[in-house]
């Protein structure tokens, strides 16, 4: 596994995506729905394996993003020696609804 694109991609994604998440609840005029416009950052999980994280007590795991790696190799078929390494970043945002029935958020 590489993990210096992983790491590369997560950090992009922690300094960037709760400003970027903030600007577009505000553009489209949800912001009085109380949206959380924050995600932790789980380099190297996808969101079977963070989502059943059990989180510190006073702290929260969701919503979160899984920035994860699907490698793969290809080569050249007259010389197998040379390989080109791709690496194809996935992520995984995984949020779970809040019930607030005094609200009527999450009622069905």
């Not at 490698?71 to 197998?80: E, F, L, S």
């Amino acid at each position: 596994m590489i993990y210096t694109p992983i790491e590369l991609t997560a950090a992009d994604l922690a300094a960037n995506f709760n400003a970027d998440l903030a600007a577009i609840i505000a553009a489209k005029g949800l912001g009085g729905l109380g949206l959380v416009t924050t995600a932790t950052i789980y380099p190297r999980m996808d969101a079977d394996i963070f989502a059943g994280i059990t989180p510190e007590p006073g702290s929260t795991n969701l919503p979160g993003i899984g920035v994860y790696a699907v490698p793969t190799a290809t080569t050249q078929a007259k010389n197998q020696g040379l390989r080109d390494a791709t690496i194809r970043i996935a992520f995984d945002y995984f949020a779970r609804r809040v019930r607030d029935p005094a609200a009527g958020i999450g009622v069905d």
